[in-house]
C-alpha cells in the first residue's frame, strides 16, 4: 500500500519536504472557502481549487479549476480533500481517484453507505488513502493541516491521536497540549460506520511511519473497531503506551447519537465489549476525556505534567 | 430508519418474497373489520421498533372475539423497553414445520455486506447457533451463492429452491432500497414445504433517504425531530431532565456519560453539528424549551475557532425573546471566554472553566428542585 507519510509530507531532501500540494474540492462554497483560508494560513500547500462552472477564477490567490483532471495535471498534486456537499461526494472522489489522487481527504458528513463502500472499492483498485468520509481530517502540529481542525489545541510533540470523533480530537488534544504531551499527528478516521481508513489501519499507518511516545485513540460506541484494534495490539506485540477513551457509555441501545456509525444493537458496539477488550490489552480506558493524559503520564512512567 | 414489521413485509411482498395473510390497522374498531376479514384464530402482533416481543406478551394468539376484545387494547398499550406500541398486525397462523434465520447486514470490520443463515432460527441472533456467514460485496447475491448457502444449511428439495429465490430478493431489497439489514426471523419452512417469512426487520441507511422518497411514507418523526433535522441537528429524547447540548456527536455523548456519571438524568442528546453560531445555539435552545420535561441546560461547545461570545450572544436573545426561561449551565472553551462571562452576568446562564464543573453545578441545582 502506499505510504501515507510520504504522500502527506515527503522525504526530507525533496523540494516540496512538508510543502506537498493540496487541491480543494468545493473550494467556493462557505465552507471550502473559509478552511482553504484557515489552512492555507497553518502552512498547507493548497495549489488548486475545484468547482464546476468557476474554472479560471480564484480564491486567496489559489486557482480554480473545471475539473479535477484538469487541477491535478495542472499542479502534479497527489492530496485532495472534498468539501461538496454528501449527495455529490461519490462523484467528486471518484474524479478525484481518476485524476490520480492518493490521499483523499473526506470532509462530508452524510454520505450513504453504498456510496463510501463503493469509493473504498476504487480506492483499493487504484491504491490510493481514503480518510473519512465524516472526519475531521489530518494536522500535524506545526507543519500543516489537510481538514477542519481549529489550529489553537495542537502542538507540535510525540504522541500521535486517532479518533473517531471531530470535537473530541480538539478536546483530548487540548487537554494533552496542556499536560505538555505534544503531538505528532492527529488523525480523524471519521464517525461512520464505513471508514476509509479503518482504525487498525490508521493505527498501523502511525505506528509504523511516526516518531512517536505513545498513541491515544478517542472512539465511541458503534461497531466493533476497538475491539479489533485490542485484539491487533495483543497479536503484534505493540509496546507503547496506548491510551484510549469511549464516548456512548450512557447512551441508550438502538438510538443513533449523532453520528452514523455511534448505533449499539444488542452488546455489538456496546462500550462495555470496547472496554473489556481494551483490558486484556492492557490499554486503559479514560472515563472523561481529561482523564486521558493522566492515565498517558502514568504508562509513560514519569511525571511529564508540568 | 429502522422499518416495523408489517412495512417490512409490505417490501417482502413487493419483492416477491412469501408473507402470511394480514392486516394492519391502530385502533380496535378497524381491528374488528380486519378481524372479520381475516377470521380466527390469528396472531396479533404490536408494532414496534424493538426486539423481544414474544417474552414481552406484545405477540399473542388470537382465538376468538371474546379473545379479541381483551387482547386487542392490552396489546397497543404495551410498552417494551421504552418503546410504545405503533399498530397492530393481525396475520394468519402458520403451521410451522421449522424456523430458519436469514439476514444480509452491513459488517463494518469488512466492510462489505454479509449473509448470516442458520437453520436453527426463530431466537435472537446472538442464540442463533451453527450460523453460515458469507461475505458478499456490495450485497449481490447469486444464484449459485444462494444455493451454497442453502445446501450447507442442510436444505433440499423444494425447500431449498425456494430458500434460493428468497435469498436472491432479500439481496435486492438490500441493494434497492440500501438498508444496513435486512433479517427474516424466523424464516419458517411450512407443512407443505412451503417458506415463508414471519417476521422482517429492515433497517435503511438513514443517509441514503435522499435517493428513497417511495420509502418516506414508512417514517414516523416527531414534530421535533422533524425540526432539528431540518437544522441539520441531531436529536435523541430520553427520558430525563436536563437537557445536553454541544456541537460534534462525540462531544454530546461524552457529556451524557459524564452527568449519568454524577447522578444526573439527560432529557435528550443533541449536538447542533461541528461548528457554533448565534444562530444554531439559538435555535437548539427554542427547540429545548419545548420538551416540557427539561428543568435545565448543560450546553458543551468546544469553541476552536468560533469565538464564545457568538454563543453567549445567542443565550442572552433567548432570554430577551421568552424563548428561554430554564436555568443554563454551560462550558465553552476557546476564544473570549472572559468577556461572555461578563456578558452572562445576571441571567440565569452560569458559565464555567471545565464540563466537570458545569455538570456538577446542574446536578446541585436539579437535586434542589427535587
Known sequence: ?306 | MRLLEYQAKSLFAEYGIPIPKGITSTDIEQGRKDASVLGFPFVIKAQMAVGGRGKAGAIQKCQNADEFELKYPDIMQKVVKGEKTRAILLEKMADIKKELYLSLFLNRGKRCFTIIASAEGGVEIESVKNQIIHEVGLGNVDAKTAEDVGKQMGLKDKPLTQFIDILQKLAKITIEKEAELAEINPLAILGDESVVALDGKVIIDDNAMFRHDELRKFQEISELEERAEKSGFSLVELDGNIAVVGNGAGLVMSTLDMLSDNGGKPACFLDVGGGATTETVYEALTLISKMKKVKGILVNLYGGIVKTTTVATAFIKAYEDKVLDLPVFARMSGAEADKSKEMLKGSRTKMFDTIEEAINAAVIEMNKNG
Open chain 1, 1 to 306: 500500500m502506499v505510504d501515507l507519510f510520504e504522500i502527506l509530507i515527503g522525504k526530507e531532501g525533496d523540494k516540496d519536504y512538508q510543502k506537498k500540494p493540496v487541491i480543494v474540492q468545493g473550494i467556493t462554497g462557505k465552507f471550502g472557502a473559509f478552511h482553504t483560508q484557515q489552512m492555507l494560513a497553518y502552512g498547507t500547500n493548497i495549489v488548486a481549487g475545484v468547482t464546476p462552472g468557476k474554472g479560471g477564477q480564484k480564491l486567496e490567490g489559489v486557482p480554480i479549476y473545471e475539473t479535477m483532471n484538469e487541477a491535478a495535471s495542472a499542479t502534479g498534486a497527489k492530496i485532495s480533500i472534498i468539501f461538496v456537499p454528501a449527495k455529490f461526494f461519490l462523484s467528486a472522489a471518484v474524479d478525484a481517484l481518476e485524476a490520480g489522487v492518493k490521499l483523499l481527504i473526506a470532509i462530508p458528513e452524510h454520505v450513504p453507505i453504498k456510496d463510501a463502500l463503493t469509493v473504498v472499492e476504487l480506492a483499493k483498485k487504484k491504491d490510493a488513502i481514503v480518510i473519512g468520509p465524516n472526519t475531521p481530517g489530518i494536522i500535524i502540529p506545526g507543519i500543516m493541516k489537510i481538514g477542519i481542525m481549529p489550529a489553537s489545541p495542537f502542538k507540535p510533540g510525540r504522541i500521535a491521536v486517532i479518533s473517531r470523533s471531530g470535537t473530541l480530537m480538539y478536546e483530548t488534544s487540548h487537554n494533552l497540549s496542556v499536560a505538555n504531551f505534544g503531538q505528532s499527528i492527529c488523525l480523524g478516521i471519521g464517525g461512520d460506520p464505513i471508514n476509509g481508513t479503518p482504525l487498525i489501519q490508521a493505527f498501523d499507518i502511525i505506528r509504523n511511519g511516526a516518531n512517536i511516545d505513545g498513541i491515544i485513540v478517542v472512539g465511541e460506541i458503534g461497531g466493533d473497531a476497538e475491539e479489533m484494534l485490542a485484539q491487533h495490539i495483543i497479536d503484534t506485540k505493540f509496546d507503547k503506551p496506548v491510551v484510549a477513551y469511549i464516548a456512548g457509555r450512557a447512551a441508550p441501545k438502538e438510538k443513533r447519537m449523532g453520528h452514523a456509525g455511534a448505533i449499539v444493537y444488542g452488546n455489538y458496539g456496546s462500550a462495555e465489549s470496547k472496554v473489556s477488550m481494551y483490558a486484556k490489552a492492557n490499554v486503559p480506558v479514560a472515563k472523561r476525556p481529561a482523564e486521558v493524559s493522566m492515565l498517558l503520564a502514568g504508562k509513560l512512567g514519569k511525571g511529564r505534567i508540568k
